[in-house]
């Protein structure tokens, strides 16, 4: 199976958001979405590489936005 490019990537993510906000969701529901998209990705990430993984993962991802 081919991993997904950045377009798809991005589709994927723009389909979960408007899922869990809806489509005509402001900036503050977004991000509430957002946030409970993320807590239920890093509970089942936990499961495979512990919350110091979790932690770990989420460090770098916020380093690599800045």
Known sequence: MPMPGNAD?????QRALTREAGSDADA????AAA???YETLAGQLALLIGEA???ALTARSLHLVQ
């Open 28 to 31: 503050k529901a977004l991000a």
């Open 9 to 13: 990537l991005r589709g994927a993510i």
């Open 53 to 55: 993984g979790v932690r």
């Open 35 to 37: 946030l409970r998209l």
